[in-house]
Protein backbone atom coordinates (compact mmCIF):
# COMPACT_ATOMS: atom_id res chain seq x y z
CA UNK A 1 0.00 0.00 0.00
CA UNK A 2 1.20 3.66 -1.27
CA UNK A 3 2.83 6.25 1.57
CA UNK A 4 2.24 3.71 4.43
CA UNK A 5 5.11 1.64 6.24
CA UNK A 6 5.68 -2.25 6.06
CA UNK A 7 3.94 -2.92 9.44
CA UNK A 8 0.55 -0.49 8.73
CA UNK A 9 0.60 -2.13 4.76
CA UNK A 10 0.63 -5.62 6.71
CA UNK A 11 -2.41 -4.54 8.59
CA UNK A 12 -4.46 -3.10 5.82
CA UNK A 13 -3.42 -6.44 3.60
CA UNK A 14 -4.30 -8.62 6.29
CA UNK A 15 -7.57 -6.78 7.55
CA UNK A 16 -9.59 -6.70 3.88
CA UNK A 17 -8.69 -10.47 3.74
CA UNK A 18 -10.68 -11.18 7.39
CA UNK A 19 -13.07 -9.02 5.63
CA UNK A 20 -13.43 -10.96 2.86
CA UNK A 21 -13.22 -14.11 4.89
CA UNK A 22 -15.91 -13.24 7.38
CA UNK A 23 -18.29 -12.38 4.24
CA UNK A 24 -18.06 -16.10 2.66
CA UNK A 25 -21.05 -18.12 2.99
CA UNK A 26 -19.39 -21.38 4.40
CA UNK A 27 -19.24 -21.34 7.98
CA UNK A 28 -15.92 -22.78 8.13
CA UNK A 29 -13.90 -20.59 5.40
CA UNK A 30 -15.86 -17.71 7.80
CA UNK A 31 -14.16 -19.06 10.81
CA UNK A 32 -10.94 -18.76 8.83
CA UNK A 33 -10.91 -15.01 8.94
CA UNK A 34 -9.40 -15.82 13.00
CA UNK A 35 -6.81 -17.66 11.16
CA UNK A 36 -5.81 -15.63 9.20
CA UNK A 37 -5.80 -12.55 11.67
CA UNK A 38 -3.64 -14.76 14.23
CA UNK A 39 -0.76 -15.34 11.15
CA UNK A 40 -1.02 -11.37 10.25
CA UNK A 41 -0.41 -10.99 13.97
CA UNK A 42 2.31 -12.54 13.96
CA UNK A 43 4.39 -11.82 11.38
CA UNK A 44 3.12 -8.40 12.35
CA UNK A 45 4.88 -8.89 15.86
CA UNK A 46 8.22 -10.21 13.64
CA UNK A 47 8.38 -7.22 11.86
CA UNK A 48 8.17 -4.88 14.76
CA UNK A 49 10.58 -6.97 16.80
CA UNK A 50 8.16 -7.97 19.63
CA UNK A 51 7.03 -11.23 20.72
CA UNK A 52 3.62 -12.43 19.14
CA UNK A 53 2.42 -13.68 22.38
CA UNK A 54 3.84 -10.34 24.50
CA UNK A 55 0.56 -7.74 25.20
CA UNK A 56 1.40 -4.23 23.80
CA UNK A 57 1.51 -2.77 27.30
CA UNK A 58 3.14 0.08 27.92
CA UNK A 59 3.36 3.56 29.91
CA UNK A 60 1.66 6.35 27.59
CA UNK A 61 3.50 8.48 26.13
CA UNK A 62 3.35 12.31 27.55
CA UNK A 63 1.16 13.68 25.26
CA UNK A 64 -1.14 10.73 23.66
CA UNK A 65 -3.87 10.31 22.02
CA UNK A 66 -6.00 7.69 23.32
CA UNK A 67 -6.70 5.44 20.32
CA UNK A 68 -10.09 2.40 20.73
CA UNK A 69 -12.55 0.46 18.78
CA UNK A 70 -14.91 2.27 20.92
CA UNK A 71 -13.71 4.85 24.03
CA UNK A 72 -15.69 4.43 27.08
CA UNK A 73 -16.37 6.78 30.01
CA UNK A 74 -14.54 4.08 32.75
CA UNK A 75 -11.53 3.91 29.98
CA UNK A 76 -11.66 7.38 30.06
CA UNK A 77 -11.63 7.53 33.66
CA UNK A 78 -8.97 5.09 34.30
CA UNK A 79 -6.68 6.88 31.87
CA UNK A 80 -4.02 9.05 33.36
CA UNK A 81 -5.81 12.45 32.39
CA UNK A 82 -2.31 14.25 32.76
CA UNK A 83 -0.86 12.42 29.76
CA UNK A 84 -4.43 12.84 27.70
CA UNK A 85 -4.22 15.11 24.65
CA UNK A 86 -7.21 13.26 22.70
CA UNK A 87 -9.44 10.68 21.78
CA UNK A 88 -10.45 8.95 18.84
CA UNK A 89 -13.07 6.41 19.34
CA UNK A 90 -13.57 4.09 15.81
CA UNK A 91 -17.37 3.62 16.71
CA UNK A 92 -19.61 5.76 19.07
CA UNK A 93 -20.78 9.17 18.37
CA UNK A 94 -20.86 12.84 20.03
CA UNK A 95 -23.79 12.51 21.66
CA UNK A 96 -22.62 9.51 24.23
CA UNK A 97 -21.08 9.60 27.85
CA UNK A 98 -17.36 9.02 26.86
CA UNK A 99 -18.16 12.51 24.23
CA UNK A 100 -19.28 14.43 27.04
CA UNK A 101 -16.93 12.82 29.48
CA UNK A 102 -14.02 14.16 27.18
CA UNK A 103 -15.51 17.28 26.57
CA UNK A 104 -15.96 17.88 30.64
CA UNK A 105 -12.21 16.69 30.70
CA UNK A 106 -12.11 19.81 27.85
CA UNK A 107 -10.10 16.89 25.82
CA UNK A 108 -10.44 17.16 22.15
CA UNK A 109 -12.21 13.90 20.87
CA UNK A 110 -13.36 12.59 17.24
CA UNK A 111 -16.06 10.11 17.80
CA UNK A 112 -17.45 7.54 15.10
CA UNK A 113 -14.55 7.53 12.44
CA UNK A 114 -15.60 5.45 10.17
CA UNK A 115 -13.46 2.21 8.03
CA UNK A 116 -10.05 3.37 9.63
CA UNK A 117 -8.16 0.78 11.16
CA UNK A 118 -6.53 1.53 14.75
CA UNK A 119 -2.96 0.04 13.70
CA UNK A 120 -2.69 2.80 11.01
CA UNK A 121 -3.03 5.24 13.54
CA UNK A 122 -0.70 3.62 15.97
CA UNK A 123 2.38 5.50 16.85
CA UNK A 124 1.82 8.00 14.38
CA UNK A 125 2.05 11.77 14.81
CA UNK A 126 -1.62 13.00 14.54
CA UNK A 127 -3.09 16.21 14.06
CA UNK A 128 -6.86 16.27 15.99
CA UNK A 129 -9.37 18.82 15.27
CA UNK A 130 -12.54 18.29 17.90
CA UNK A 131 -14.88 20.60 16.60
CA UNK A 132 -14.43 19.59 12.91
CA UNK A 133 -13.79 16.24 13.19
CA UNK A 134 -10.69 16.03 11.60
CA UNK A 135 -8.07 13.33 12.28
CA UNK A 136 -4.85 14.18 10.27
CA UNK A 137 -2.13 11.56 10.35
CA UNK A 138 1.52 12.37 10.10
CA UNK A 139 0.89 15.96 8.90
CA UNK A 140 3.18 18.33 6.89
CA UNK A 141 4.61 21.65 8.01
CA UNK A 142 1.78 23.48 6.58
CA UNK A 143 -0.90 21.87 8.44
CA UNK A 144 0.93 21.88 11.44
CA UNK A 145 1.18 25.80 10.79
CA UNK A 146 -2.30 25.96 10.38
CA UNK A 147 -3.58 24.12 13.41
CA UNK A 148 -0.52 26.47 15.44
CA UNK A 149 -3.26 29.51 14.41
CA UNK A 150 -5.96 27.57 14.92
CA UNK A 151 -4.74 26.79 18.67
CA UNK A 152 -3.38 30.54 19.19
CA UNK A 153 -6.77 31.94 17.63
CA UNK A 154 -8.54 29.91 20.44
CA UNK A 155 -5.90 30.85 23.53
CA UNK A 156 -6.69 34.33 22.53
CA UNK A 157 -10.56 33.84 22.87
CA UNK A 158 -10.20 31.83 26.48
CA UNK A 159 -8.18 34.94 27.39
CA UNK A 160 -11.10 37.38 26.65
CA UNK A 161 -13.87 34.98 28.09
CA UNK A 162 -11.51 35.09 31.24
CA UNK A 163 -11.34 38.43 31.23
CA UNK A 164 -14.76 38.92 31.93
CA UNK A 165 -15.27 35.77 34.65
CA UNK A 166 -16.16 37.70 37.51
CA UNK A 167 -18.72 40.16 35.55
CA UNK A 168 -22.44 38.79 36.50
CA UNK A 169 -24.22 36.63 34.18
CA UNK A 170 -26.47 38.93 32.73
CA UNK A 171 -27.72 40.03 29.12
CA UNK A 172 -27.70 43.56 27.89
CA UNK A 173 -31.34 44.15 28.35
CA UNK A 174 -31.02 42.67 32.04
CA UNK A 175 -31.89 39.51 31.73
CA UNK A 176 -30.40 37.57 34.87
CA UNK A 177 -29.47 33.86 34.15
CA UNK A 178 -28.53 31.17 36.83
CA UNK A 179 -25.72 29.13 35.68
CA UNK A 180 -25.00 25.65 37.09
CA UNK A 181 -22.35 23.28 36.24
CA UNK A 182 -22.44 19.33 35.45
CA UNK A 183 -20.11 17.27 37.39
CA UNK A 184 -19.51 13.64 38.15
CA UNK A 185 -18.48 12.09 35.14
CA UNK A 186 -14.63 12.25 35.88
CA UNK A 187 -14.02 13.26 39.99
CA UNK A 188 -10.16 13.84 39.47
CA UNK A 189 -9.85 15.67 36.29
CA UNK A 190 -12.74 17.47 36.35
CA UNK A 191 -13.80 20.25 39.42
CA UNK A 192 -17.61 19.66 40.48
CA UNK A 193 -16.78 23.04 42.44
CA UNK A 194 -16.82 26.31 39.81
CA UNK A 195 -16.03 29.86 41.85
CA UNK A 196 -18.16 31.55 39.01
CA UNK A 197 -21.10 28.88 38.92
CA UNK A 198 -24.40 29.35 40.94
CA UNK A 199 -24.03 25.40 42.19
CA UNK A 200 -24.35 22.00 41.09
CA UNK A 201 -27.14 21.31 38.52
CA UNK A 202 -26.11 18.45 37.59
CA UNK A 203 -23.82 15.38 39.64
CA UNK A 204 -24.21 12.17 37.64
CA UNK A 205 -23.55 9.64 40.12
CA UNK A 206 -22.61 6.55 38.04
CA UNK A 207 -19.34 7.01 37.41
CA UNK A 208 -18.22 5.87 41.10
CA UNK A 209 -20.22 2.77 40.55
CA UNK A 210 -18.86 1.73 37.43
CA UNK A 211 -15.50 2.57 38.60
CA UNK A 212 -15.82 -0.83 41.14
CA UNK A 213 -16.08 -4.07 41.00
CA UNK A 214 -19.27 -4.26 43.18
CA UNK A 215 -21.56 -1.57 44.62
CA UNK A 216 -19.93 0.85 46.31
CA UNK A 217 -21.08 0.59 50.35
CA UNK A 218 -24.02 3.50 52.06
CA UNK A 219 -20.54 4.46 53.52
CA UNK A 220 -18.50 4.78 50.50
CA UNK A 221 -21.40 6.88 49.10
CA UNK A 222 -21.82 8.89 52.00
CA UNK A 223 -18.26 10.11 51.98
CA UNK A 224 -18.49 10.74 48.22
CA UNK A 225 -21.44 12.97 48.61
CA UNK A 226 -20.29 14.87 51.67
CA UNK A 227 -17.00 16.10 50.46
CA UNK A 228 -18.96 17.33 47.31
CA UNK A 229 -22.13 18.44 49.40
CA UNK A 230 -19.33 20.34 51.72
CA UNK A 231 -17.07 21.99 48.89
CA UNK A 232 -19.68 24.48 48.19
CA UNK A 233 -22.19 24.49 51.32
CA UNK A 234 -23.81 27.89 50.23
CA UNK A 235 -24.99 26.59 47.05
CA UNK A 236 -27.66 24.22 45.29
CA UNK A 237 -26.03 21.17 44.55
CA UNK A 238 -28.15 18.77 42.34
CA UNK A 239 -28.06 15.01 42.62
CA UNK A 240 -29.07 12.75 40.17
CA UNK A 241 -29.70 9.13 41.21
CA UNK A 242 -28.25 5.90 39.93
CA UNK A 243 -28.91 6.47 36.04
CA UNK A 244 -27.18 3.37 34.54
CA UNK A 245 -27.71 0.99 31.47
CA UNK A 246 -27.81 2.42 28.11
CA UNK A 247 -24.62 3.35 27.90
CA UNK A 248 -23.08 3.15 31.11
CA UNK A 249 -23.42 -0.53 32.23
CA UNK A 250 -22.17 -1.86 35.63
CA UNK A 251 -19.49 -4.98 34.80
CA UNK A 252 -20.58 -6.59 37.87
CA UNK A 253 -24.51 -5.89 37.11
CA UNK A 254 -24.83 -7.39 33.15
CA UNK A 255 -27.91 -6.52 31.62
CA UNK A 256 -28.35 -7.84 27.93
CA UNK A 257 -30.83 -6.19 25.78
CA UNK A 258 -31.57 -6.04 22.43
CA UNK A 259 -32.16 -2.43 22.74
CA UNK A 260 -30.29 -0.89 25.48
CA UNK A 261 -31.48 2.99 25.29
CA UNK A 262 -35.10 1.65 25.83
CA UNK A 263 -34.88 -1.34 28.08
CA UNK A 264 -33.70 -1.12 31.86
CA UNK A 265 -32.18 2.26 32.59
CA UNK A 266 -32.05 4.74 35.22
CA UNK A 267 -35.47 5.25 37.61
CA UNK A 268 -36.48 1.98 36.13
CA UNK A 269 -33.21 -0.47 37.56
CA UNK A 270 -33.74 1.69 40.27
CA UNK A 271 -37.28 0.87 41.57
CA UNK A 272 -37.16 -2.74 40.43
CA UNK A 273 -33.71 -2.56 43.07
CA UNK A 274 -35.25 -0.45 45.86
CA UNK A 275 -32.08 -1.58 48.08
CA UNK A 276 -29.88 0.15 45.53
CA UNK A 277 -32.02 3.07 45.45
CA UNK A 278 -32.49 3.13 49.09
CA UNK A 279 -28.81 2.86 49.70
CA UNK A 280 -27.55 5.69 47.36
CA UNK A 281 -30.71 7.90 49.27
CA UNK A 282 -30.07 6.78 52.74
CA UNK A 283 -26.24 8.35 51.78
CA UNK A 284 -26.92 11.40 50.42
CA UNK A 285 -29.35 12.47 53.70
CA UNK A 286 -26.51 11.22 55.59
CA UNK A 287 -23.92 13.37 53.69
CA UNK A 288 -26.18 15.92 53.97
CA UNK A 289 -26.36 16.39 58.09
CA UNK A 290 -25.94 20.13 58.82
CA UNK A 291 -26.27 21.31 55.26
CA UNK A 292 -28.96 21.81 53.45
CA UNK A 293 -27.59 22.50 49.89
CA UNK A 294 -29.22 18.88 48.40
CA UNK A 295 -31.33 18.28 45.62
CA UNK A 296 -32.23 14.55 44.56
CA UNK A 297 -32.84 14.68 40.92
CA UNK A 298 -34.86 11.45 39.12
CA UNK A 299 -33.66 9.92 36.03
CA UNK A 300 -35.71 8.13 33.00
CA UNK A 301 -39.06 9.16 34.70
CA UNK A 302 -41.67 8.09 32.19
CA UNK A 303 -44.63 8.04 34.34
CA UNK A 304 -45.97 9.56 37.46
CA UNK A 305 -46.36 6.89 38.97
CA UNK A 306 -42.55 6.23 39.14
CA UNK A 307 -41.90 9.57 40.85
CA UNK A 308 -44.76 8.60 43.52
CA UNK A 309 -43.00 5.36 44.34
CA UNK A 310 -39.43 6.90 44.48
CA UNK A 311 -40.68 9.69 46.82
CA UNK A 312 -42.22 6.94 48.93
CA UNK A 313 -38.88 5.31 49.18
CA UNK A 314 -36.98 8.38 49.96
CA UNK A 315 -39.85 9.09 52.55
CA UNK A 316 -38.62 5.77 54.24
CA UNK A 317 -35.24 6.68 53.54
CA UNK A 318 -35.43 10.09 55.31
CA UNK A 319 -37.36 8.86 58.43
CA UNK A 320 -34.76 5.99 58.71
CA UNK A 321 -31.84 8.42 58.60
CA UNK A 322 -33.85 11.12 61.08
CA UNK A 323 -33.16 9.12 64.43
CA UNK A 324 -29.59 8.81 63.03
CA UNK A 325 -29.75 12.65 62.90
CA UNK A 326 -31.81 12.98 66.16
CA UNK A 327 -29.46 10.19 68.12
CA UNK A 328 -26.30 12.70 66.95
CA UNK A 329 -28.10 15.97 67.49
CA UNK A 330 -27.38 17.08 63.76
CA UNK A 331 -30.19 18.58 61.79
CA UNK A 332 -31.40 16.89 58.65
CA UNK A 333 -33.11 18.80 55.83
CA UNK A 334 -35.56 17.62 53.46
CA UNK A 335 -33.76 17.46 50.14
CA UNK A 336 -35.88 18.91 47.06
CA UNK A 337 -37.03 16.55 44.86
CA UNK A 338 -37.31 16.68 40.92
CA UNK A 339 -37.28 14.95 37.86
CA UNK A 340 -35.88 15.10 34.88
CA UNK A 341 -37.60 15.64 31.47
CA UNK A 342 -36.18 13.23 28.99
CA UNK A 343 -38.66 10.78 27.63
CA UNK A 344 -41.18 12.47 25.58
CA UNK A 345 -44.26 11.28 27.40
CA UNK A 346 -43.27 13.39 30.60
CA UNK A 347 -44.33 16.54 27.90
CA UNK A 348 -47.59 15.50 28.50
CA UNK A 349 -47.82 15.23 32.21
CA UNK A 350 -46.23 18.84 33.28
CA UNK A 351 -48.95 20.05 35.02
CA UNK A 352 -49.81 16.10 37.16
CA UNK A 353 -45.95 16.12 37.54
CA UNK A 354 -45.76 20.03 38.79
CA UNK A 355 -47.85 18.79 41.79
CA UNK A 356 -45.65 16.39 43.21
CA UNK A 357 -42.31 17.71 42.49
CA UNK A 358 -40.42 20.89 43.68
CA UNK A 359 -38.55 21.19 39.99
CA UNK A 360 -37.73 20.05 36.67
CA UNK A 361 -34.07 19.49 34.53
CA UNK A 362 -34.68 18.98 31.00
CA UNK A 363 -32.42 16.36 29.75
CA UNK A 364 -31.37 17.41 26.15
CA UNK A 365 -29.18 14.67 24.98
CA UNK A 366 -32.23 11.92 26.18
CA UNK A 367 -34.94 14.05 24.69
CA UNK A 368 -33.11 14.75 21.29
CA UNK A 369 -32.67 10.82 21.29
CA UNK A 370 -35.87 9.74 21.84
CA UNK A 371 -37.85 12.38 20.47
CA UNK A 372 -36.18 12.07 16.63
CA UNK A 373 -35.70 7.82 17.59
CA UNK A 374 -32.14 8.03 16.96
CA UNK A 375 -29.93 6.05 19.88
CA UNK A 376 -27.27 9.17 20.39
CA UNK A 377 -24.67 6.35 20.61
CA UNK A 378 -24.27 5.20 16.61
CA UNK A 379 -22.34 6.69 14.71
CA UNK A 380 -24.04 5.42 11.61
CA UNK A 381 -27.67 7.64 12.63
CA UNK A 382 -25.29 10.78 14.19
CA UNK A 383 -26.19 12.87 11.63
CA UNK A 384 -30.00 12.28 12.57
CA UNK A 385 -29.23 13.15 15.84
CA UNK A 386 -29.87 16.97 16.22
CA UNK A 387 -31.12 18.99 19.00
CA UNK A 388 -31.95 21.44 16.90
CA UNK A 389 -33.99 19.64 14.67
CA UNK A 390 -37.83 21.62 15.21
CA UNK A 391 -39.37 18.99 16.88
CA UNK A 392 -36.79 19.19 19.45
CA UNK A 393 -36.83 22.84 19.83
CA UNK A 394 -40.91 22.86 19.59
CA UNK A 395 -40.85 20.60 22.81
CA UNK A 396 -38.36 22.69 24.60
CA UNK A 397 -40.19 25.38 23.82
CA UNK A 398 -43.53 24.19 25.25
CA UNK A 399 -41.28 22.98 28.44
CA UNK A 400 -39.98 26.47 29.56
CA UNK A 401 -43.58 27.83 28.42
CA UNK A 402 -45.75 25.28 30.60
CA UNK A 403 -43.19 25.18 33.58
CA UNK A 404 -43.36 29.02 33.73
CA UNK A 405 -47.38 28.91 33.82
CA UNK A 406 -47.19 26.02 36.28
CA UNK A 407 -44.68 27.77 38.25
CA UNK A 408 -41.86 25.10 38.95
CA UNK A 409 -38.38 26.11 38.71
CA UNK A 410 -36.90 24.50 35.42
CA UNK A 411 -33.02 24.13 34.05
CA UNK A 412 -31.58 22.47 30.67
CA UNK A 413 -28.85 20.24 32.17
CA UNK A 414 -28.21 18.55 28.59
CA UNK A 415 -24.79 19.44 26.05
CA UNK A 416 -27.67 22.24 24.54
CA UNK A 417 -26.55 24.18 27.21
CA UNK A 418 -23.55 24.75 26.92
CA UNK A 419 -23.50 24.93 23.42
CA UNK A 420 -22.95 28.80 22.17
CA UNK A 421 -26.30 28.50 19.49
CA UNK A 422 -28.39 26.60 22.44
CA UNK A 423 -27.57 29.19 25.11
CA UNK A 424 -28.70 31.73 22.64
CA UNK A 425 -32.27 29.67 21.73
CA UNK A 426 -32.76 28.47 25.56
CA UNK A 427 -32.82 32.45 26.73
CA UNK A 428 -34.93 33.07 24.07
CA UNK A 429 -37.38 30.14 24.93
CA UNK A 430 -37.58 31.51 28.42
CA UNK A 431 -35.28 29.86 30.24
CA UNK A 432 -33.32 31.12 33.36
CA UNK A 433 -31.38 28.29 34.70
CA UNK A 434 -28.40 26.32 32.58
CA UNK A 435 -26.41 23.83 33.02
CA UNK A 436 -23.21 22.65 31.54
CA UNK A 437 -19.70 21.62 32.18
CA UNK A 438 -17.49 23.83 34.36
CA UNK A 439 -15.14 24.18 30.76
CA UNK A 440 -18.21 26.02 29.56
CA UNK A 441 -19.52 27.98 31.69
CA UNK A 442 -17.44 31.38 31.38
CA UNK A 443 -17.80 30.79 27.62
CA UNK A 444 -21.82 30.46 27.97
CA UNK A 445 -21.58 33.45 31.09
CA UNK A 446 -19.87 35.77 27.95
CA UNK A 447 -22.53 34.98 25.53
CA UNK A 448 -25.05 35.87 27.79
CA UNK A 449 -23.68 38.99 28.41
CA UNK A 450 -23.16 40.20 24.70
CA UNK A 451 -26.36 39.61 23.45
CA UNK A 452 -29.75 41.13 23.65
CA UNK A 453 -32.86 39.04 25.29
CA UNK A 454 -35.16 40.52 22.33
CA UNK A 455 -32.75 39.61 19.82
CA UNK A 456 -32.65 36.86 20.87
CA UNK A 457 -36.51 35.82 20.82
CA UNK A 458 -36.40 37.25 16.97
CA UNK A 459 -34.03 34.66 16.14
CA UNK A 460 -36.09 31.88 17.59
CA UNK A 461 -39.37 33.60 16.23
CA UNK A 462 -37.27 33.54 12.44
CA UNK A 463 -35.98 29.51 13.29
CA UNK A 464 -39.10 27.68 14.61
CA UNK A 465 -40.70 28.19 11.09
CA UNK A 466 -37.66 26.46 9.63
CA UNK A 467 -37.97 22.89 8.59
CA UNK A 468 -34.44 21.79 8.83
CA UNK A 469 -31.37 21.30 11.63
CA UNK A 470 -29.00 22.53 9.10
CA UNK A 471 -31.01 25.81 7.78
CA UNK A 472 -31.45 26.51 11.96
CA UNK A 473 -27.61 26.21 12.40
CA UNK A 474 -27.09 28.62 9.66
CA UNK A 475 -29.39 30.66 10.69
CA UNK A 476 -27.91 30.90 14.56
CA UNK A 477 -24.39 30.85 13.34
CA UNK A 478 -25.19 33.88 11.23
CA UNK A 479 -26.69 35.46 15.08
CA UNK A 480 -23.77 34.81 16.81
CA UNK A 481 -21.18 36.09 13.70
CA UNK A 482 -23.50 39.66 13.69
CA UNK A 483 -23.21 39.82 17.41
CA UNK A 484 -19.97 39.87 17.72
CA UNK A 485 -19.48 36.37 18.93
CA UNK A 486 -18.44 34.44 15.73
CA UNK A 487 -15.46 33.38 17.46
CA UNK A 488 -17.75 30.57 18.88
CA UNK A 489 -19.18 29.64 16.45
CA UNK A 490 -16.74 26.92 15.40
CA UNK A 491 -16.61 25.87 19.37
CA UNK A 492 -20.27 25.80 18.37
CA UNK A 493 -20.29 22.72 16.17
C1 LIG B 1 -29.53 14.25 29.29
O1 LIG B 1 -30.06 13.19 28.93
O2 LIG B 1 -29.63 15.32 28.65
C2 LIG B 1 -28.72 14.29 30.51
C3 LIG B 1 -28.32 15.43 31.00
O3 LIG B 1 -28.38 13.13 31.10
P1 LIG B 1 -27.36 12.06 30.49
O4 LIG B 1 -26.58 12.73 29.39
O5 LIG B 1 -26.49 11.62 31.62
O6 LIG B 1 -28.25 10.96 30.00
MG1 LIG C 1 -30.24 11.50 30.22
Known amino acids: ?13 IESF ?7 NDAYMRERAVDIEDMGNRVLANIIGISANEPISREPHEQTILIAEEVTAVMLAEFP ?13 NNSHAAIMARA ?32 VSPNGTIRHEFDQLILEEKLLSERIHSEDTLPAVTKDNCTMSLLVNSGLSLETEVSTNPYSDGVGLFRTEIP ?15 LYKGLLESEPNKQFTMRTLDVGGDKPLAYFPIVEENPFLGWRGIRLTLDHPEIFLVQIRAMLRASFD ?12 SVSEVSEAKRLIRQAFNEVEEE ?19 PAVLYQLPQLAKIVDFFSVGSNDLTQYLLAVDRNNARVAGLYDSYHPAVLSALHSIAKTSGFLQVPV ?33 VKWIIRNIYQNEAEQLLAKVVTLNNPGDVRSEVNLFLETTGLGGLVRAGN
Request: with cysteine; proline share 5%; charged share 20%.
Open 1 to 13: KKGWDAPTSLKMV
Open 18 to 24: IRQFQSM
Open 81 to 93: SEKLVGIISIRGS
Open 105 to 136: MGVPAVMGLDNVPIAMLRDKEILLDGYTGDVI
Open 209 to 223: FMMRQRFPTEQEQVE
Open 291 to 302: LDNLNIMLPMIT
Open 325 to 343: AEEKGVRLTMPKIGVMLEV
Open 411 to 443: TVCGELAGEPGGVVLLVAMGYRKLSMNTHNLLK
